[in-house]
């Protein structure tokens, strides 16, 4: 291999196909099996919490994240949504949520009838400020809803120490981040109630789906009475029993069939996630040696610096090379490096979805009314929010997080890929004054 970057002549470090190595979510025959009993067996009607793969898959989750009960839902949004009405979010409550996020991340507060306060983020874990949270607090503050993103778990001594001296509760969106964990525990079995999703791109994968979890008995029974009529009869309170046929108009379970294949995904998660993990790591290890690289200065309750799958580099010691240029240059060498999610997901409306959420025009309002729907919606009992002198000044931010990109997740033993990333990364160390050099050229 030629030592000169691919961008200058030389030859591509990066030769393997990744096709292979990054499959994601990994389907066997064992689903396939799964599927086609249902199927011959005309056994996909709901189980209405009697054995079957659905409550087969809420054992496996509640085992997995160690809570007392897990409830399937038609995806991790219906599940948010339960966990916010389960902790008694309502109409005229407000819910402290973070902006640049996937939007349904926040949209099931509005659903409940509560309006959403958007909180800055740290710039390094992208996750809720805490400090930011605290400000944000009012008399009518009813929660605080967290993100995690993979690898990269939120402030959750900060939060839940706040939430405890305001008496507020705490819903976990674990939606894109089943298997991070905080000071050892999992993520989503920390706060008051969590979700976690089983669409087909998230780290457990059915098509559609998710599951809330709590260790509340309370809030289990409330959140179930909302969308989950036919599986009242045993719960342990009387109240909540009594709701039994009755779900205020809402049906959230989850579809046999998705259950099935959620369950069997499940088996096999943590393995493919300990794969994921020993890649990230032996990856990140490896480069976070090469000068001008490391791994970002993650808080202390992180489980590793490399599970973010993030790198910080060094302009200063790669010749002034900018973060597109670096990107330019790596993807040259053929390694599939990109810019960290957040910097594309500051793009309002990126593919039709708002990801820098308060920059919508339901919450900025445009000159045909839509603004006005929000209010409408959520009736005359909510303090109305003028969102247009909301500034998130890390959120608007669109550098942060400053100086990192990220590289792939791995989701197979991937040995020589990741050896022919850390020459493609050395390369570009040993190569930064003769790139600096060409890059000003060119520009
Ligand atoms: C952070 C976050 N929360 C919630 C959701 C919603 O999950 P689902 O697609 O299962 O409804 C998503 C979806 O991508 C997400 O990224």
């Given at each position: 291999?030629s030592?000169?970057?691919?961008?200058?002549?030389?030859?591509?470090?990066?030769?393997?196909?990744?096709?292979?190595?990054?499959?994601?979510?990994?389907y066997?025959?064992?689903?396939?099996?799964?599927v086609?009993?249902?199927?011959r067996n005309?056994?996909?009607?709901?189980?209405?919490?009697?054995?079957?793969?659905?409550?087969?898959?809420?054992?496996?989750?509640a085992?997995?994240?160690g809570?007392?009960?897990?409830?399937?839902?038609s995806?991790?949004?219906?599940?948010?949504?339960?966990?916010?009405?389960?902790?008694?979010?309502?109409?005229?409550?407000?819910?402290?949520?973070?902006?640049?996020?996937?939007?349904?991340?926040?949209?099931?507060?509005?659903?409940?009838?509560?309006?959403?306060?958007?909180?800055?983020?740290?710039?390094?874990?992208?996750?809720?400020?805490?400090?930011?949270?605290?400000?944000k607090?009012?008399?009518?503050?009813?929660?605080?809803?967290?993100?995690?993103?993979?690898?990269?778990?939120?402030?959750?001594?900060?939060?839940?120490?706040?939430?405890?001296?305001?008496?507020?509760?705490?819903?976990?969106?674990n939606c894109?981040?089943?298997?991070?964990?905080?000071?050892?525990r999992?993520?989503?079995s920390?706060?008051?109630?969590?979700?976690i999703?089983?669409?087909h791109?998230?780290?457990?994968?059915?098509?559609?789906?998710g599951?809330?979890?709590?260790n509340?008995?309370?809030?289990?029974?409330?959140?179930?009475?909302?969308?989950?009529y036919?599986?009242?009869?045993?719960?342990?309170?009387?109240?909540?029993?009594?709701?039994?046929?009755?779900s205020?108009?809402?049906?959230?379970?989850?579809?046999?069939?998705s259950?099935?294949?959620?369950?069997?995904q499940?088996?096999?998660?943590?393995?493919?996630?300990?794969?994921?993990?020993?890649n990230?790591?032996?990856?990140?290890?490896?480069?976070?040696?090469?000068?001008?690289?490391?791994?970002p200065?993650?808080?202390?309750?992180?489980?590793?610096?490399?599970?973010?799958?993030?790198?910080?580099?060094?302009?200063?010691?790669?010749?002034?090379?900018?973060r597109?240029?670096?990107?330019?240059?790596?993807?040259?060498?053929?390694?599939?490096?990109?810019?960290?999610?957040q910097?594309a997901?500051?793009?309002?409306?990126?593919?039709?979805?708002?990801?820098?959420?308060?920059?919508?025009?339901?919450?900025?309002?445009?000159?045909?009314?839509t603004?006005?729907?929000?209010?409408?919606?959520?009736?005359?009992?909510?303090?109305?929010?003028?969102?247009?002198?909301?500034?998130?000044?890390?959120?608007?931010?669109?550098?942060?997080?400053?100086?990192?990109?990220?590289?792939?997740?791995?989701?197979?033993?991937?040995?020589?890929?990741?050896?022919?990333?850390?020459?493609?990364?050395a390369?570009?160390?040993?190569?930064?004054?003769?790139?600096?050099?060409?890059?000003?050229?060119?520009?």
């Amino acid at each position: 291999m030629s030592a000169l970057p691919a961008i200058l002549g030389g030859e591509p470090a990066v030769t393997l196909d990744h096709g292979y190595y990054t499959q994601w979510p990994i389907y066997t025959e064992e689903e396939v099996d799964v599927v086609s009993d249902l199927i011959r067996n005309h056994a996909l009607a709901s189980q209405f919490g009697g054995p079957g793969p659905i409550t087969e898959l809420e054992q496996r989750v509640a085992e997995t994240w160690g809570v007392k009960h897990a409830l399937a839902h038609s995806s991790g949004t219906a599940s948010l949504r339960a966990a916010l009405f389960g902790v008694g979010v309502g109409n005229g409550d407000e819910v402290i949520s973070q902006s640049a996020i996937h939007p349904f991340n926040c949209l099931p507060i509005i659903g409940t009838g509560a309006v959403p306060i958007f909180a800055d983020i740290d710039p390094v874990t992208l996750t809720l400020d805490p400090e930011d949270v605290e400000r944000k607090i009012t008399p009518r503050t009813k929660a605080i809803m967290v993100v995690h993103w993979p690898g990269c778990p939120a402030d959750m001594d900060a939060i839940m120490d706040i939430a405890a001296r305001h008496g507020l509760r705490v819903v976990e969106d674990n939606c894109i981040s089943q298997g991070a964990t905080h000071r050892g525990r999992m993520c989503g079995s920390i706060g008051d109630a969590a979700a976690i999703s089983f669409q087909h791109g998230k780290s457990t994968s059915a098509g559609e789906g998710g599951v809330f979890m709590t260790n509340d008995t309370e809030v289990y029974q409330r959140a179930a009475c909302l969308g989950h009529y036919e599986r009242l009869r045993e719960l342990p309170n009387p109240k909540w029993r009594a709701m039994t046929g009755f779900s205020f108009g809402e049906k959230y379970r989850m579809a046999t069939l998705s259950a099935a294949i959620g369950s069997v995904q499940m088996k096999y998660w943590k393995q493919r996630l300990d794969v994921r993990h020993a890649n990230t790591d032996k990856l990140g290890e490896a480069v976070a040696r090469i000068d001008g690289f490391s791994a970002p200065d993650y808080p202390d309750y992180f489980p590793s610096p490399y599970q973010s799958g993030r790198f910080m580099f060094d302009p200063d010691r790669l010749g002034g090379i900018s973060r597109e240029r670096l990107l330019e240059v790596l993807q040259a060498e053929g390694a599939q490096v990109s810019s960290p999610a957040q910097k594309a997901t500051l793009t309002p409306h990126a593919g039709g979805l708002t990801h820098m959420l308060h920059k919508h025009p339901v919450f900025q309002g445009n000159e045909h009314g839509t603004g006005d729907v929000l209010w409408e919606v959520l009736g005359p009992n909510v303090t109305k929010i003028d969102y247009s002198s909301v500034t998130l000044p890390v959120t608007e931010d669109p550098e942060i997080p400053y100086n990192s990109i990220r590289v792939p997740s791995f989701t197979r033993p991937a040995d020589e890929l990741i050896d022919q990333y850390v020459a493609a990364f050395a390369k570009i160390a040993t190569n930064a004054e003769k790139l600096s050099g060409a890059l000003a050229e060119t520009r």
